[in-house]
């Protein structure tokens, strides 16, 4: 009886449970390979996580909200290449930017659009997108890198502050911090919320459900298309495959850190626990020598791992 109790316990403290396998990975990598807390490699974490991170803040208002989105890598990808474009024509860094992001903010109304005024399946819809952007971006690129980035430029994703933590860390800390507040703290984070447990109540109880589903949607693509530019300023030139694979990695992260699937609940200090989890996964498994292609097994059975146990906080929640 006492030992189901703590099950239940563990099963409800979304954080605890990113949290246990996250301390236990790093202690297991490390006893195999001390080089993964010396702070050059505890930086590259950190790093890699941001990137992740960047867009699993934004996504977790849209997972509490119940909604998804497939997009995410081909806007990241957009959003670099908007603005690499715009850089090699002579137009100011600061302007090229709001370029970018302005690109991603145009394919998150569109996607706001389609799902949620003509009440088409999200998940349709944002895969179909993913395939029509990366079809744009490699078309305008011709399946090649942009490159002319300026000095002043790859600052923001090269640049370190103290001599050794990358801006890149500092922004997505920034952006943690500022979503986890408004999601905690403000109206608008209990009204999405109240979208994502029960449209139909919230709508009666005079919450905009449409207008909180259109916004969060255009902040998908919006954060989306920001971590494509800081990933085009780290590497110099906008990479066509830049966002390959990553709505599922970062979707993975945000599940994994306890934000429902269904909708109604989650937190963006899961989502950083959960981003910090799948980064230490794969650096670590590089520094215990074990095949790559191993990360995508462990990363499918942890995704299917945290829906169970979603699922089983749902049940828990409804018997409450």
């Known amino acids: 009886m006492k030992k189901n109790r703590w099950i239940q316990v563990l099963a409800t403290k979304n954080e605890i449970g990113t949290l246990l396998p996250l301390v236990i990975m790093c202690i297991v990598v490390t006893l195999v390979n001390p080089n993964f807390i010396s702070f050059s490699n505890l930086m590259d974490i950190f790093r890699t996580t941001s990137f992740y991170l960047i867009v699993g803040a934004a996504l977790t208002f849209l997972l509490v909200a119940s909604d998804l989105d497939l997009s995410i890598g081909a806007v990241t990808a957009l959003g670099g290449v908007a603005c690499m474009f715009a850089m090699k024509a002579g137009v100011p860094a600061a302007l090229c930017i709001v370029i970018g992001l302005l690109a991603g903010a145009a394919v998150g109304i569109f996607k706001a659009w389609i799902i949620v005024d003509c009440e088409l399946p999200a998940l349709i819809v944002t895969l179909g997108i993913q395939y029509a952007v990366n079809g744009i971006v490699s078309i305008t690129t011709k399946g090649m890198s942009v490159s002319g980035a300026t000095e002043g430029f790859k600052v923001l994703g090269q640049g370190r502050i103290f001599g050794s933590v990358y801006i890149t860390i500092v922004i997505a800390l920034v952006i943690a911090v500022v979503f986890q507040l408004i999601l905690s703290y403000t109206k608008y984070g209990r009204s999405l919320f109240a979208v994502g447990g029960n449209p139909e109540t919230a709508r009666l109880a005079g919450i905009p459900v449409k207008k909180r589903r259109r916004e969060v949607h255009i902040l998908v693509s919006v954060f989306a298309a920001l971590a494509g530019i800081l990933m085009a300023s780290r590497f110099a030139s906008a990479q066509t495959t830049a966002g390959s694979g ?75």
């Open 246 to 320: 990553t709505e599922l990695t970062v979707m993975a992260a945000v599940i994994i850190g306890g934000t429902s699937m269904f909708g109604g609940s989650g937190s963006v200090v899961g989502s950083i626990l959960g981003c910090l989890l799948l980064a230490v996964i794969s650096n670590g498994l590089v520094l215990i020598r074990v095949d790559s292609f191993w990360q995508n097994l462990i990363f499918g059975v942890i995704l299917l791992i945290s829906v169970a146990i979603d699922k089983y906080r749902q049940k828990l929640s409804s018997a409450a």
